[in-house]
T-cell receptor, first 113, second 111 residues
């Protein structure tokens, strides 16, 4: 079992729709969770971080964390073509410093006009 | 603040050679981490340095090494290059218990 798994893509949604990206992790002691966006040929850029159970909203983005189910998700409301990118879920495992992120394989999102 | 910078941005080497990549973190950030990104394996953690000490190490062979200087700048070295070392090498910096910010990466091609 991979340490961090993301829902298989690619994911295609129409402009204006909600895109839902999911991620599960195997280490129950994981403490910190991040969503990064990576455009083709570019480096990952941070979208959201979440540390506690529940929802965290930032503009059109909402991160949801459920530690009991070892599940973290990212919702993108009113999706725009500029949101088309690879979305990476990253986790800091228990007993590890913040300098060591474990990434999922990424989900490719395409938002079509 | 200036972001994380990496040099060089592109590099072409042949098998058996060695290579050194450089990373300058965001000002004030003392933790520097290195990652390898390939289409097949995705983003994988190489190592992390904090205050000139390696704090974490990923599951890579000893050909991959790194160091950090007193000004927090970091270098990573790959010796005896193999074709499979072709990848995007990313450096990220953070300020202790904080999120990591990535540099633009160094694209290494091994022929």
């Amino acid at each position: 079992q991979k340490e961090v798994e993301q829902n298989s893509g690619p994911l295609s949604v129409p402009e204006g729709a909600i895109a839902s990206l999911n991620c599960t992790y195997s280490d129950r002691g994981s403490q910190s969770f991040f969503w990064y966006r990576q455009y083709s040929g570019k480096s990952p850029e941070l979208i959201m971080s979440i540390y506690s159970n529940g929802d965290k909203e930032d503009g059109r983005f909402t991160a949801q964390l459920n530690k009991a189910s070892q599940y973290v998700s990212l919702l993108i409301r009113d999706s725009q073509p500029s949101d088309s990118a690879t979305y990476l879920c990253a986790v800091v495992a228990g007993g590890t410093s913040y300098g060591k992120l474990t990434f999922g394989q990424g989900t490719i999102l395409t938002v079509h006009p | 603040k200036a972001g994380v910078t990496q040099t060089p941005r592109y590099l072409i080497k042949t098998r058996g050679q060695q290579v050194t990549l450089s990373c300058s973190p965001i000002s004030g950030h003392r933790s520097v981490s290195w990652y390898q990104q390939t289409p097949g394996q995705g983003l994988q953690f190489l190592f992390e340095y904090f205050s000139e000490t390696q704090r974490n190490k990923g599951n890579f062979p000893g050909r991959f090494s790194g160091r950090q200087f007193s000004n927090s700048r970091s270098e990573m070295n790959v010796s005896t290059l193999e074709l499979g070392d072709s990848a995007l090498y990313l450096c990220a910096s953070s300020n202790l218990a904080d999120t990591q910010y990535f540099g633009p990466g160094t694209r290494l091609t091994v022929l």
